[in-house]
């Protein structure tokens, strides 16, 4: 009998194989899993044979995100860094301290800060023109939806109380209509022009930076969620072709290209020839990524009916739908039958239903091609729309971080939307009892990357870092074993990736080991876990 080169012995296994959930003992041949079992794998350990004791530590399959931005996660560490923190005044040493400690930078550039930090959301241009009078700053939101502009910004790019609105976004504005600083969505471009754009290298250096911080997590690959450039974010894709050329991309990446949505069907057969290019050893970018919508704190995603005012009557605003949803069918179908996976963000319920709307297009049009469609974020979901995902093969795309009482949900999202509608929020048990597929991710930057988290808040809807003990909509809670199987299994079956997120023989040996076996735990301590080990085609990528 031929020799393993690595064993794991004395699991806890967890395989999310159906047909043996649980084992002790995996054996693992070059890239791949050679035996799942017990006691019988050990005849596999020869003189060459590493041998990993668990010693009750819980090996599982490495998890996946199904929805992150790693380049531009891994470019802003480097940039002014504003994570971490709701403090104002906190945030404003920290601009202040990284603008004296770059002096030669003539933009100062980054973001993560939280709108539950301002007064209604909104930061003013006089807040950051006392900590950078001198340059222009730029800083997004942690969302990434919006921007905070000091004066000097709003000046080269020439924003005034006569500049309009652009069709995809907002500027606010002061009573007399002068920019006060904050830009929404699409209005974020009209100084982000300006930006001078990231070199390749540090591109290079941000995908790297990034891939560290995800191993260290425990996870194996994901799906880059905008490959092309928009509202000043770089183009990440030479960063990852490089990569996986020269070997450096340990993970596997799937990249959903751009829509353009300022474009219509001429773009696709360019979307071709990106495909084609841009598909090289670990990486490939088979998906097409269309934002349909925007966000509900800046009430720019797109609902059935009007948003709340602060008053909770009615307004006359409904949201943004950023492509229109009719040319969206013929679109989404055209993609579908050139073999493209279309990647939705999705997170009002009309933006939802529009982007189920077309996926049924697709296959009235093409038939079922298995392109394995989805929609991502899926804040808001009307109850008659959750079985039409089963029925149509359009996966949930979840980040469950979100589905937690925080301030900004609470302050900013809740009385806006009214009762009945909130509780429509981020409804991950009923998605699963309708039949549909989760897949997990979370979006970073815009939240942490840490799946570990974001597992612990699907199965107990509350941030364990928010101090809030309430459960979020408890009904939606989703047992362990399913939000561990979303961030797993599911991922990977977004990603085509059928020989991966489950442990059984001939799959691929993309593992983590963490420090517990969290389902031998109680629930409220699932955050406490940490990966021990990580790796990726039997490569170990990570250790403590």
Not at 291 to 306: C, H, K, S, V, Y
Not at 464 to 476: I, L, S, T
Not at 480 to 509: E, F, I
Request: aromatic share 6%; glycine share 10%; with cysteine.
């Amino acid at each position: 009998m031929p020799q393993a080169d690595l064993v794991f012995t004395r699991g806890p296994v967890l395989t999310l194989d159906p047909a043996r959930s649980r084992a002790t003992s995996l054996a693992v041949t070059g890239d791949r899993i050679t035996a799942v079992g017990h006691d019988e794998v050990r005849e596999l350990i020869g003189p060459g044979t590493e041998v990993v004791d668990l010693t009750g530590k819980l090996l599982l399959p490495g998890f996946q995100d199904s929805h992150i931005h790693a380049v531009g996660g891994g470019t802003e560490l480097a940039e002014c860094d504003l994570t971490g923190s709701t403090d104002v005044t906190e945030y404003l040493a920290r601009i202040r301290e990284y603008a004296e400690a770059h002096p030669d930078r003539e933009w100062i550039t980054g973001g993560g800060w939280s709108m539950e930090s301002f007064e209604g959301g909104m930061p003013t241009r006089e807040l950051l023109d006392a900590a950078v009078p001198d340059r222009p700053v730029l800083l997004a939101n942690r969302d990434h939806h919006g921007a905070w502009a000091n004066s000097r910004a709003l000046e080269l790019a020439g924003l005034t109380a006569d500049t309009p609105d652009p069709a995809d976004g907002r500027i606010e504005r002061d009573p007399d209509g002068t920019p006060n600083g904050m830009l929404q969505e699409g209005a974020t471009a009209l100084v982000s022009r300006l930006v001078p754009d990231r070199t390749a290298e540090d591109r290079l250096a941000g995908l790297l930076r990034a891939q560290r911080l995800l191993h260290s997590l425990g996870i194996t690959g994901w799906q880059d969620a905008l490959l092309g450039s928009f509202n000043g974010m770089s183009d990440p894709s030479d960063a990852y072709l490089t990569a996986a050329k020269d070997g450096s991309l340990t993970a596997r990446v799937t990249g959903a290209l751009w829509w353009d949505r300022e474009r219509g069907s001429e773009q696709i057969a360019e979307l071709v020839d990106r495909r084609e290019q841009l598909t090289s050893g670990r990486f490939r970018a088979t998906s097409v990524k269309i934002m349909q919508d925007g966000i509900a704190e800046n009430f720019t995603a797109a609902m059935l009916t009007p948003y709340l005012d602060g008053c909770g009557c009615a307004t006359g605003n409904t949201g943004l739908s950023f492509v229109d949803p009719v040319a969206l069918r013929g679109h989404v179908a055209a993609l579908d039958a050139l073999g493209f996976q279309v990647h939705f963000h999705a997170l009002g319920d009309r933006a939802v239903r529009e982007a189920l709307d077309a996926i049924e297009a697709a296959i009235a049009a093409n038939g079922r091609r298995g392109n394995r469609h989805h929609l991502a974020h899926l804040q808001v979901v009307h109850p008659d729309d959750l079985p039409r995902f089963a029925a149509l093969g359009a996966i949930a795309n979840i980040q469950p971080l979100w589905a937690a009482h925080e301030p900004q949900m609470d302050d900013l999202t809740i009385p806006f939307l009214g009762p009945e509608r909130a509780s429509w929020q981020y409804p991950f048990a009923s998605l699963l009892r309708a039949g549909a597929t989760l897949a997990a991710g979370s979006d970073w930057p815009v939240s942490s990357p840490n799946p570990i988290e974001g597992i612990h808040v699907a199965v107990n809807r509350r941030d364990p870092e928010a101090g809030d003990d309430r459960v979020f909509y408890p009904e939606e809670r989703l047992d362990l074993l399913s939000a561990l199987t979303a961030y797993t299994a599911g991922t990977a079956h977004v990603n085509g990736l059928d020989d991966a997120g489950s442990l059984m023989p001939g799959h691929l040996a993309d593992l983590v080991v963490l420090d517990r076996d969290v389902l031998a735990a109680p629930a409220d301590e699932i955050a406490e876990a940490r990966v021990e080990r990580t790796y990726v085609g039997g490569r170990l990528v990570y250790e403590v």
